[in-house]
């Protein structure tokens, strides 16, 4: 499943919880983290927690394929 969401992740981008008004908004490395697309502080506060990359601490569990855990790291030293 985490792997599963992942893919959608990097193909999609970041997609705000309960935030259906919203887009997915793409991301890579590296990032503008100041950005605010939507002029949306809640938008702001959800990409700068970074709980929506936990799912590569989850495809890891799922594999124990390293690279998960190589690009959660990347993003966290992006940030």
């Known amino acids: 499943m985490s792997v599963k ?3 959608e992740f990097e193909k999609d981008g970041f997609i705000p919880v309960n935030r259906p008004d ?8 590296p990032f503008d983290w100041a950005i605010d ?3 949306d502080s809640n ?3 959800q990409l700068n927690t970074l709980r929506y990359l936990m799912i590569y601490l989850g495809a890891y569990n799922e594999t124990k ?9 990347k993003w966290i030293e992006d940030w």
């Open 22 to 29: 919203l887009q997915p908004y793409p991301m890579s490395i």
């Open 37 to 39: 697309p939507y002029n």
């Open 65 to 73: 394929d390293k690279e998960y855990i190589l690009k959660l790291i």
């Open 5 to 7: 969401k992942v893919l």
């Open 43 to 45: 938008w702001c506060f």
